[in-house]
């Protein structure tokens, strides 16, 4: 693929590594999904997301569940979506905004993929966490990516699968949400809607340990490198020892 070679991860600055961080050992601690977020109707991994933006409140950001929703045109359908933002208030710029997408892959994901596009694919982070400059440039790159895969198997380009169907999600405007509508009236059971979370939960958790073994293989065995691969090691054996992951 002639523009795999400018698709990288770019290395995230100290406060979004620390945030990454963060969100990795929140994901893999959190055991269950928290009741007090379940809704009643479609879910789509809303609960998922409201509990991860409560433990990071706990855990002293300024996080929020956000949907953005957008107008259809000639050129983009309308739609909807949902992400976690971060709102860092000392940053270089004022109130620098950084995005969390807890299933990533998934916007890319296409029919008849061939080869290539399965590789880079797998080169993106199963969870975003950073900037939307760097956020576009993901983009950018999958949306190219995309195209000439389906290109390659004779097939149009949909526009659910151009840049600017893919910007919108992101890019749009949006409103914060701290806290989840409550179901009112029925008792705190899971639905079968709110059991594929849990489901999506575990292979979330099974998809980010598989990353960061990637990642920690990847690193120096010395210096630097070894020192921040063996504190990643200490985090997570400090959650399996509280049996807070289960595959």
Same mark, same amino acid.
């Given at each position: 693929?002639?523009f795999?070679? @400018? ?8 406060? +979004?590594?620390?945030? @990454?961080?963060? *969100? ?7 055991? =269950? ?5 379940v ?17 990071? $409140?706990?855990? $002293?950001y300024?996080?929020? *569940?956000?949907? #953005?929703? &957008?107008?259809?045109?000639s ?6 979506? +949902?992400?976690i933002?971060? *709102?860092n ?5 004022? #109130?620098?905004?950084?995005?969390i ?7 890319? +994901?296409?029919?008849?993929?061939? %080869?290539?596009?399965?590789?880079i694919?797998?080169l ?15 983009l @950018? *790159? ?6 000439? #895969? ?9 526009? &659910? ?5 893919l910007?919108?999600? &992101?890019?749009?405007?949006? @409103?914060?949400? #701290?806290? !989840? ?5 029925i008792? &705190?059971?899971?639905?079968p809607e709110?059991e ?5 939960l575990k292979?979330l ?5 598989s =990353?960061? %073994? !990637? ?5 120096? %065995? ?6 921040r ?19």
């Amino acid at each position: 693929m002639p523009f795999l070679s @400018q698709f990288s991860k770019r290395n995230l600055d100290q406060y +979004e590594s620390d945030l @990454q961080s963060v *969100v990795h050992s929140l994901v893999l601690s959190n055991s =269950e999904i928290d009741r007090q977020f379940v809704k009643s109707g479609s879910c789509n991994a809303s609960c998922i997301r409201y509990s991860l933006a409560q433990l990071l $409140r706990h855990s $002293r950001y300024d996080a929020a *569940v956000c949907s #953005s929703r &957008w107008q259809g045109s000639s050129k983009v359908p309308g739609g909807d979506h +949902e992400y976690i933002d971060v *709102v860092n208030h000392a940053g270089s710029r004022k #109130s620098d905004r950084l995005i969390i997408d807890i299933d990533f892959r998934s916007h890319f +994901e296409i029919a008849r993929a061939v %080869e290539s596009y399965n590789r880079i694919l797998k080169l993106l982070p199963v969870i975003y966490v950073g900037s939307l400059s760097r956020l576009s440039q993901f983009l @950018q *790159v999958m949306a190219k990516a995309g195209k000439f #895969s389906l290109k390659q198997n004779s097939m149009p380009l949909p526009p &659910w699968r151009s840049f600017a169907y893919l910007k919108a999600k &992101w890019y749009s405007p949006y @409103q914060r949400h #701290s806290d !989840a509508e409550r179901q009112s009236g029925i008792g &705190w059971s899971l639905s079968p809607e709110h059991e594929r979370c849990s489901g999506h939960l575990k292979r979330l958790q099974s998809a980010l340990v598989s =990353e960061m %073994e !990637a990642d920690r293989l990847m690193k120096p %065995e010395n210096g630097d490198g070894k020192s921040r691969r063996l504190k990643v090691d200490r985090r997570r054996h400090s959650l399996f020892r509280k049996d807070s992951f289960r595959s």
